[in-house]
Protein backbone atom coordinates (compact mmCIF):
# COMPACT_ATOMS: atom_id res chain seq x y z
CA UNK A 1 0.00 0.00 0.00
CA UNK A 2 3.20 2.23 0.45
CA UNK A 3 4.34 1.68 -2.46
CA UNK A 4 1.37 2.32 -4.32
CA UNK A 5 0.32 5.17 -3.05
CA UNK A 6 3.29 6.79 -3.74
CA UNK A 7 2.48 6.80 -7.34
CA UNK A 8 0.49 10.02 -7.61
CA UNK A 9 2.60 11.89 -5.45
CA UNK A 10 4.80 13.22 -8.13
CA UNK A 11 1.53 14.71 -9.49
CA UNK A 12 0.32 15.71 -5.72
CA UNK A 13 3.19 17.22 -4.85
CA UNK A 14 3.72 19.11 -8.42
CA UNK A 15 -0.08 20.54 -7.84
CA UNK A 16 0.33 21.28 -4.38
CA UNK A 17 3.61 22.98 -4.85
CA UNK A 18 2.13 25.45 -8.13
CA UNK A 19 -0.86 26.00 -5.66
CA UNK A 20 0.75 27.90 -3.50
CA UNK A 21 1.42 30.59 -6.26
CA UNK A 22 -1.22 33.66 -6.34
CA UNK A 23 -2.53 32.99 -9.78
CA UNK A 24 -4.46 29.56 -9.80
CA UNK A 25 -3.38 29.00 -13.76
CA UNK A 26 -0.25 27.49 -12.38
CA UNK A 27 -2.46 24.63 -10.55
CA UNK A 28 -5.10 24.50 -13.38
CA UNK A 29 -1.78 24.10 -15.74
CA UNK A 30 -0.15 21.32 -13.48
CA UNK A 31 -3.14 19.50 -13.29
CA UNK A 32 -3.78 19.32 -17.10
CA UNK A 33 -0.43 17.74 -17.53
CA UNK A 34 -0.89 15.63 -14.94
CA UNK A 35 -3.80 14.45 -16.19
CA UNK A 36 -2.00 14.09 -20.32
CA UNK A 37 0.49 12.12 -18.48
CA UNK A 38 -1.73 9.84 -16.88
CA UNK A 39 -3.35 9.37 -20.13
CA UNK A 40 0.11 8.24 -21.59
CA UNK A 41 1.01 6.10 -18.15
CA UNK A 42 -1.86 4.93 -17.11
CA UNK A 43 -2.55 3.62 -20.75
CA UNK A 44 0.18 1.73 -20.40
CA UNK A 45 0.15 0.96 -17.04
CA UNK A 46 -0.66 -3.02 -17.97
CA UNK A 47 3.03 -3.40 -18.24
CA UNK A 48 3.06 -3.26 -13.75
CA UNK A 49 0.16 -5.17 -13.80
CA UNK A 50 0.59 -8.01 -15.69
CA UNK A 51 3.97 -8.34 -14.52
CA UNK A 52 2.75 -8.55 -11.28
CA UNK A 53 0.37 -11.25 -12.12
CA UNK A 54 3.51 -13.12 -14.28
CA UNK A 55 6.33 -12.66 -11.73
CA UNK A 56 3.48 -13.94 -8.80
CA UNK A 57 2.82 -17.35 -10.79
CA UNK A 58 6.90 -17.81 -11.55
CA UNK A 59 7.02 -17.58 -7.78
CA UNK A 60 4.19 -19.93 -7.15
CA UNK A 61 5.30 -22.38 -9.46
CA UNK A 62 9.33 -22.00 -8.25
CA UNK A 63 10.59 -21.46 -11.79
CA UNK A 64 13.22 -18.89 -12.42
CA UNK A 65 13.06 -19.25 -16.21
CA UNK A 66 9.41 -17.79 -15.76
CA UNK A 67 10.52 -15.72 -13.46
CA UNK A 68 13.17 -14.05 -16.13
CA UNK A 69 10.88 -13.61 -18.93
CA UNK A 70 8.07 -12.09 -16.59
CA UNK A 71 10.85 -9.52 -16.67
CA UNK A 72 12.40 -9.05 -19.56
CA UNK A 73 9.56 -9.49 -22.23
CA UNK A 74 7.63 -6.59 -20.70
CA UNK A 75 10.80 -4.74 -20.57
CA UNK A 76 11.34 -5.12 -24.04
CA UNK A 77 7.86 -3.28 -24.65
CA UNK A 78 8.02 -0.59 -22.67
CA UNK A 79 11.10 0.47 -24.28
CA UNK A 80 8.80 -0.30 -27.93
CA UNK A 81 6.00 1.88 -26.43
CA UNK A 82 8.45 4.76 -24.56
CA UNK A 83 10.21 5.56 -28.02
CA UNK A 84 6.69 5.68 -29.41
CA UNK A 85 5.71 8.36 -26.85
CA UNK A 86 8.72 10.65 -27.66
CA UNK A 87 8.54 10.58 -31.52
CA UNK A 88 5.08 11.39 -31.00
CA UNK A 89 5.20 13.99 -28.62
CA UNK A 90 4.14 17.06 -30.33
CA UNK A 91 1.02 15.76 -32.15
CA UNK A 92 -0.05 13.95 -28.60
CA UNK A 93 0.03 17.15 -26.79
CA UNK A 94 -1.62 19.46 -29.06
CA UNK A 95 -4.55 16.97 -29.82
CA UNK A 96 -4.75 16.94 -26.04
CA UNK A 97 -4.79 20.80 -25.60
CA UNK A 98 -7.33 21.02 -28.35
CA UNK A 99 -9.90 18.37 -27.24
CA UNK A 100 -9.64 20.23 -23.85
CA UNK A 101 -9.95 23.92 -24.24
CA UNK A 102 -8.43 26.00 -21.67
CA UNK A 103 -7.73 29.49 -21.55
CA UNK A 104 -4.75 30.14 -23.53
CA UNK A 105 -2.17 30.96 -20.38
CA UNK A 106 -2.92 27.91 -18.79
CA UNK A 107 -2.42 26.32 -22.04
CA UNK A 108 1.23 27.49 -22.51
CA UNK A 109 1.92 26.72 -18.91
CA UNK A 110 0.98 23.40 -19.99
CA UNK A 111 3.43 23.13 -22.76
CA UNK A 112 6.40 24.13 -20.64
CA UNK A 113 5.45 21.43 -18.26
CA UNK A 114 4.96 18.82 -20.99
CA UNK A 115 8.43 19.36 -23.01
CA UNK A 116 10.44 18.79 -20.35
CA UNK A 117 8.68 15.58 -18.56
CA UNK A 118 8.21 13.69 -21.90
CA UNK A 119 11.84 12.65 -21.72
CA UNK A 120 10.95 10.28 -18.41
CA UNK A 121 8.97 8.07 -20.73
CA UNK A 122 11.43 5.15 -20.57
CA UNK A 123 12.14 5.75 -16.88
CA UNK A 124 8.81 5.83 -15.86
CA UNK A 125 7.71 2.63 -18.41
CA UNK A 126 11.44 0.75 -17.02
CA UNK A 127 9.95 1.47 -13.59
CA UNK A 128 6.99 0.18 -14.16
CA UNK A 129 8.06 -3.31 -15.09
CA UNK A 130 10.91 -3.26 -11.93
CA UNK A 131 7.86 -2.46 -9.65
CA UNK A 132 5.76 -4.98 -10.92
CA UNK A 133 8.68 -7.80 -11.16
CA UNK A 134 9.11 -6.68 -7.46
CA UNK A 135 5.69 -7.12 -5.98
CA UNK A 136 5.16 -9.83 -8.01
CA UNK A 137 8.10 -11.46 -6.25
CA UNK A 138 6.96 -10.69 -2.92
CA UNK A 139 10.23 -8.30 -2.67
CA UNK A 140 7.71 -5.82 -1.33
CA UNK A 141 9.95 -3.52 1.02
CA UNK A 142 12.49 -2.84 -1.84
CA UNK A 143 9.39 -1.91 -4.49
CA UNK A 144 8.49 0.77 -1.09
CA UNK A 145 12.05 2.18 -1.16
CA UNK A 146 12.49 3.04 -4.51
CA UNK A 147 8.59 4.61 -4.98
CA UNK A 148 9.46 6.24 -1.54
CA UNK A 149 13.22 7.86 -1.72
CA UNK A 150 11.85 9.07 -5.88
CA UNK A 151 8.97 11.23 -4.10
CA UNK A 152 11.12 12.37 -1.54
CA UNK A 153 13.50 13.62 -3.68
CA UNK A 154 10.94 14.88 -5.94
CA UNK A 155 9.71 16.99 -3.39
CA UNK A 156 12.52 18.27 -1.79
CA UNK A 157 13.94 19.52 -5.53
CA UNK A 158 10.78 20.70 -6.43
CA UNK A 159 10.43 23.19 -3.29
CA UNK A 160 14.17 23.85 -3.78
CA UNK A 161 13.32 24.90 -7.97
CA UNK A 162 10.15 27.03 -7.35
CA UNK A 163 10.70 28.87 -4.00
CA UNK A 164 14.38 29.01 -3.90
CA UNK A 165 15.33 29.23 -7.57
CA UNK A 166 12.28 30.35 -8.37
CA UNK A 167 11.42 28.34 -11.90
CA UNK A 168 7.64 27.67 -11.23
CA UNK A 169 6.13 25.91 -13.36
CA UNK A 170 9.69 24.52 -15.35
CA UNK A 171 10.89 23.74 -11.80
CA UNK A 172 8.10 21.81 -10.57
CA UNK A 173 8.95 19.94 -14.50
CA UNK A 174 12.86 19.05 -13.73
CA UNK A 175 12.15 18.00 -10.10
CA UNK A 176 10.13 14.95 -11.20
CA UNK A 177 12.88 14.24 -14.34
CA UNK A 178 15.50 14.52 -11.85
CA UNK A 179 13.54 11.96 -9.27
CA UNK A 180 12.70 9.27 -12.53
CA UNK A 181 15.82 9.67 -13.48
CA UNK A 182 17.15 8.38 -10.27
CA UNK A 183 14.43 6.00 -10.29
CA UNK A 184 15.51 4.45 -13.20
CA UNK A 185 19.26 4.49 -11.85
CA UNK A 186 17.65 2.78 -9.08
CA UNK A 187 15.68 0.26 -10.64
CA UNK A 188 19.00 -1.11 -12.09
CA UNK A 189 20.59 -1.57 -8.91
CA UNK A 190 17.58 -3.61 -7.59
CA UNK A 191 16.81 -5.32 -10.47
CA UNK A 192 20.54 -6.41 -10.03
CA UNK A 193 20.45 -7.08 -6.04
CA UNK A 194 16.93 -8.80 -6.23
CA UNK A 195 16.88 -10.78 -10.08
CA UNK A 196 19.56 -12.89 -9.61
CA UNK A 197 19.49 -14.04 -13.07
CA UNK A 198 21.22 -16.51 -14.76
CA UNK A 199 21.74 -14.35 -18.20
CA UNK A 200 23.77 -16.92 -19.76
CA UNK A 201 20.83 -19.27 -19.72
CA UNK A 202 18.39 -16.52 -21.29
CA UNK A 203 16.04 -17.70 -24.03
CA UNK A 204 16.45 -15.50 -26.53
CA UNK A 205 14.56 -16.93 -29.23
CA UNK A 206 11.79 -17.06 -26.77
CA UNK A 207 11.90 -13.45 -25.71
CA UNK A 208 11.72 -11.79 -29.12
CA UNK A 209 9.72 -14.70 -30.79
CA UNK A 210 6.81 -12.90 -31.74
CA UNK A 211 4.51 -15.95 -31.07
CA UNK A 212 5.35 -15.94 -27.89
CA UNK A 213 3.94 -12.49 -26.63
CA UNK A 214 0.74 -13.19 -28.31
CA UNK A 215 -0.55 -14.35 -24.60
CA UNK A 216 1.00 -11.73 -22.94
CA UNK A 217 -0.56 -9.20 -25.14
CA UNK A 218 -4.22 -10.62 -24.84
CA UNK A 219 -3.83 -9.85 -21.23
CA UNK A 220 -2.35 -6.69 -21.65
CA UNK A 221 -5.06 -5.55 -24.54
CA UNK A 222 -7.70 -6.17 -22.04
CA UNK A 223 -5.73 -4.13 -19.35
CA UNK A 224 -5.25 -1.58 -22.13
CA UNK A 225 -8.97 -1.06 -22.96
CA UNK A 226 -10.17 -1.33 -19.32
CA UNK A 227 -7.05 2.23 -18.42
CA UNK A 228 -8.84 3.60 -21.85
CA UNK A 229 -11.83 3.70 -20.62
CA UNK A 230 -10.34 5.51 -17.18
CA UNK A 231 -8.91 7.67 -19.48
CA UNK A 232 -12.01 8.77 -21.44
CA UNK A 233 -13.42 9.39 -18.09
CA UNK A 234 -10.45 11.89 -16.69
CA UNK A 235 -11.29 13.56 -20.09
CA UNK A 236 -14.34 14.24 -20.04
CA UNK A 237 -14.34 15.23 -16.34
CA UNK A 238 -11.19 17.62 -16.93
CA UNK A 239 -12.96 19.23 -20.05
CA UNK A 240 -16.08 19.75 -18.47
CA UNK A 241 -14.52 21.07 -14.91
CA UNK A 242 -12.22 23.79 -17.71
CA UNK A 243 -16.05 24.67 -19.12
CA UNK A 244 -16.91 25.64 -15.55
CA UNK A 245 -13.91 28.10 -15.63
CA UNK A 246 -10.38 27.66 -14.40
CA UNK A 247 -11.66 28.14 -10.26
CA UNK A 248 -13.59 25.05 -10.67
CA UNK A 249 -10.91 23.14 -12.78
CA UNK A 250 -8.34 24.46 -10.00
CA UNK A 251 -10.93 22.93 -7.16
CA UNK A 252 -11.90 19.85 -9.02
CA UNK A 253 -8.36 19.28 -9.84
CA UNK A 254 -6.92 19.23 -5.46
CA UNK A 255 -9.93 16.82 -5.03
CA UNK A 256 -8.92 14.48 -7.25
CA UNK A 257 -5.27 14.28 -6.35
CA UNK A 258 -6.94 13.65 -2.47
CA UNK A 259 -9.20 10.96 -4.73
CA UNK A 260 -6.52 9.90 -6.54
CA UNK A 261 -4.05 9.29 -3.15
CA UNK A 262 -7.41 6.98 -1.61
CA UNK A 263 -7.36 5.33 -5.10
CA UNK A 264 -3.67 4.57 -5.02
CA UNK A 265 -4.07 3.20 -0.86
CA UNK A 266 -6.87 0.92 -2.41
CA UNK A 267 -4.76 -0.16 -4.99
CA UNK A 268 -2.01 -1.87 -2.50
CA UNK A 269 -4.74 -3.48 -1.38
CA UNK A 270 -5.63 -5.20 -4.61
CA UNK A 271 -1.43 -5.46 -5.57
CA UNK A 272 -1.34 -7.62 -2.70
CA UNK A 273 -4.62 -9.61 -3.54
CA UNK A 274 -3.11 -9.58 -7.29
CA UNK A 275 -0.05 -11.52 -5.90
CA UNK A 276 -1.59 -14.26 -3.65
CA UNK A 277 -4.07 -14.56 -6.04
CA UNK A 278 -0.86 -15.24 -8.71
CA UNK A 279 0.69 -17.80 -6.41
CA UNK A 280 -2.23 -19.24 -5.60
CA UNK A 281 -2.63 -19.94 -9.99
CA UNK A 282 0.72 -20.53 -10.01
CA UNK A 283 0.72 -23.48 -7.41
CA UNK A 284 -2.70 -24.62 -8.40
CA UNK A 285 -3.94 -23.64 -4.71
CA UNK A 286 -7.74 -23.07 -4.58
CA UNK A 287 -7.30 -23.01 -0.56
CA UNK A 288 -4.96 -20.06 -0.87
CA UNK A 289 -7.60 -18.82 -3.55
CA UNK A 290 -10.54 -18.64 -1.47
CA UNK A 291 -8.33 -17.18 1.88
CA UNK A 292 -6.81 -14.17 -0.44
CA UNK A 293 -10.47 -13.40 -1.29
CA UNK A 294 -11.97 -13.64 2.58
CA UNK A 295 -9.21 -11.46 3.91
CA UNK A 296 -9.20 -8.87 1.09
CA UNK A 297 -12.92 -7.91 1.84
CA UNK A 298 -11.88 -8.39 5.36
CA UNK A 299 -9.59 -5.66 5.25
CA UNK A 300 -11.25 -3.76 2.62
CA UNK A 301 -13.90 -2.59 5.09
CA UNK A 302 -11.41 -1.41 7.72
CA UNK A 303 -9.48 0.60 5.35
CA UNK A 304 -12.52 2.22 3.71
CA UNK A 305 -14.16 3.16 7.13
CA UNK A 306 -10.43 4.49 8.10
CA UNK A 307 -9.97 6.65 4.52
CA UNK A 308 -14.03 8.09 5.22
CA UNK A 309 -13.17 8.84 8.60
CA UNK A 310 -9.97 10.30 8.26
CA UNK A 311 -11.21 12.27 5.47
CA UNK A 312 -14.30 13.62 7.36
CA UNK A 313 -12.73 15.15 10.23
CA UNK A 314 -9.41 16.32 7.79
CA UNK A 315 -11.10 17.60 4.75
CA UNK A 316 -10.20 21.54 5.14
CA UNK A 317 -6.29 20.62 6.30
CA UNK A 318 -6.24 18.13 3.15
CA UNK A 319 -7.49 20.37 0.70
CA UNK A 320 -5.61 23.54 2.03
CA UNK A 321 -2.58 21.87 2.13
CA UNK A 322 -2.68 21.67 -2.04
CA UNK A 323 -3.42 25.47 -2.14
CA UNK A 324 -4.05 28.82 -0.14
CA UNK A 325 -6.39 30.30 -2.90
CA UNK A 326 -9.14 31.08 -0.94
CA UNK A 327 -11.37 30.91 -3.58
CA UNK A 328 -10.42 27.45 -4.57
CA UNK A 329 -10.34 26.15 -1.20
CA UNK A 330 -13.76 27.68 -0.93
CA UNK A 331 -14.81 25.50 -4.16
CA UNK A 332 -12.74 22.83 -2.97
CA UNK A 333 -14.97 22.29 0.37
CA UNK A 334 -18.05 22.62 -1.87
CA UNK A 335 -17.25 19.61 -3.59
CA UNK A 336 -15.67 17.34 -1.37
CA UNK A 337 -18.65 15.45 -0.14
CA UNK A 338 -18.08 13.55 -2.92
CA UNK A 339 -14.67 12.32 -2.24
CA UNK A 340 -15.50 11.23 1.20
CA UNK A 341 -17.54 8.47 -0.32
CA UNK A 342 -15.20 7.72 -3.47
CA UNK A 343 -13.70 4.74 -1.45
CA UNK A 344 -17.37 2.80 -0.24
CA UNK A 345 -18.41 3.30 -4.46
CA UNK A 346 -14.63 2.04 -5.89
CA UNK A 347 -13.31 -0.24 -3.32
CA UNK A 348 -15.10 -3.52 -4.13
CA UNK A 349 -14.24 -3.02 -7.85
CA UNK A 350 -10.58 -1.94 -7.30
CA UNK A 351 -9.28 -5.19 -5.26
CA UNK A 352 -11.43 -7.62 -7.09
CA UNK A 353 -9.50 -6.05 -10.64
CA UNK A 354 -6.03 -6.84 -8.36
CA UNK A 355 -7.73 -10.41 -7.81
CA UNK A 356 -8.24 -11.12 -11.89
CA UNK A 357 -5.08 -9.36 -12.48
CA UNK A 358 -3.07 -12.02 -10.33
CA UNK A 359 -5.23 -14.91 -11.95
CA UNK A 360 -4.35 -13.24 -15.42
CA UNK A 361 -8.08 -13.30 -16.49
CA UNK A 362 -8.65 -10.46 -17.92
CA UNK A 363 -11.48 -10.48 -20.23
CA UNK A 364 -13.72 -9.87 -17.20
CA UNK A 365 -11.92 -6.28 -16.34
CA UNK A 366 -12.66 -5.15 -19.73
CA UNK A 367 -16.23 -6.15 -19.88
CA UNK A 368 -16.65 -4.12 -16.77
CA UNK A 369 -15.15 -1.28 -18.07
CA UNK A 370 -16.55 -0.99 -20.89
CA UNK A 371 -20.21 -1.39 -19.65
CA UNK A 372 -19.03 1.19 -16.71
CA UNK A 373 -18.10 3.57 -18.96
CA UNK A 374 -21.43 3.40 -20.41
CA UNK A 375 -22.95 3.92 -17.31
CA UNK A 376 -20.72 7.10 -16.46
CA UNK A 377 -21.50 8.44 -20.27
CA UNK A 378 -25.27 8.12 -19.58
CA UNK A 379 -24.79 9.66 -15.94
CA UNK A 380 -23.10 12.83 -17.01
CA UNK A 381 -25.01 13.33 -19.93
CA UNK A 382 -28.56 13.44 -17.50
CA UNK A 383 -27.11 14.60 -14.31
CA UNK A 384 -24.19 17.86 -15.95
CA UNK A 385 -26.91 19.81 -17.31
CA UNK A 386 -29.32 19.47 -14.30
CA UNK A 387 -26.55 20.16 -11.93
CA UNK A 388 -22.99 21.69 -13.40
CA UNK A 389 -20.29 20.14 -11.30
CA UNK A 390 -21.39 18.56 -8.88
CA UNK A 391 -23.75 16.13 -11.70
CA UNK A 392 -20.17 15.42 -12.96
CA UNK A 393 -18.80 14.06 -9.98
CA UNK A 394 -22.16 11.91 -9.08
CA UNK A 395 -21.26 10.27 -12.70
CA UNK A 396 -17.62 9.22 -11.32
CA UNK A 397 -19.27 8.33 -8.19
CA UNK A 398 -21.47 5.79 -10.53
CA UNK A 399 -19.12 4.92 -12.48
CA UNK A 400 -16.85 3.54 -9.54
CA UNK A 401 -19.90 1.94 -8.08
CA UNK A 402 -20.51 -0.01 -11.31
CA UNK A 403 -17.50 -1.54 -11.50
CA UNK A 404 -17.86 -2.92 -8.03
CA UNK A 405 -21.09 -4.37 -8.66
CA UNK A 406 -20.27 -5.52 -12.32
CA UNK A 407 -16.95 -7.51 -11.13
CA UNK A 408 -18.61 -9.32 -8.06
CA UNK A 409 -20.97 -11.13 -10.78
CA UNK A 410 -17.82 -12.15 -12.50
CA UNK A 411 -16.17 -13.22 -8.94
CA UNK A 412 -18.34 -16.68 -9.50
CA UNK A 413 -16.93 -17.68 -12.54
CA UNK A 414 -13.28 -17.01 -11.38
CA UNK A 415 -13.81 -19.18 -8.38
CA UNK A 416 -15.44 -22.08 -10.26
CA UNK A 417 -11.64 -22.38 -12.32
CA UNK A 418 -10.84 -23.78 -8.54
CA UNK A 419 -13.66 -26.09 -8.50
Excluded at 97 to 125: H, K, Q, S, T
Excluded at 220 to 237: F, G, Q, S, W, Y
Amino acid sequence: MLSTMTQPLMGAVNTAVMGQLPDPKYIAAVSLGAILFNNLYWLFGFLRVSTTGYAAQAFGAADKRLGMLAFFKPLVLAMLISACCILFQKPILELYLAMIGAAPEVNELCRDYYYILIWGAPLVFGNYVTLGWLMGQTRVRASVFMQVSMNVLNMALSIWFVFWLHMDITGVAFATLLSQLYGGILSVVLMYYYGDFDYKALPWSELLDWREFIGMLQVNVNLMIRTACLLTVNNIIAAVGASFGTVVLAANAVLLQLKDIMSYLIDGMANGAAIFSGRAVGAKNGKLFAATIKMTFKWLVVLVAILMLGYHLSNEFFIRLFTNIEEVVAMAMTYNVFVLFYPVCAGIGMVLYGVFCGATKTAPVRNMMLMALLVFYLLQWQLVPLWGNSGLWLALLGFMLSQSIILLFYLSSLRRDFA
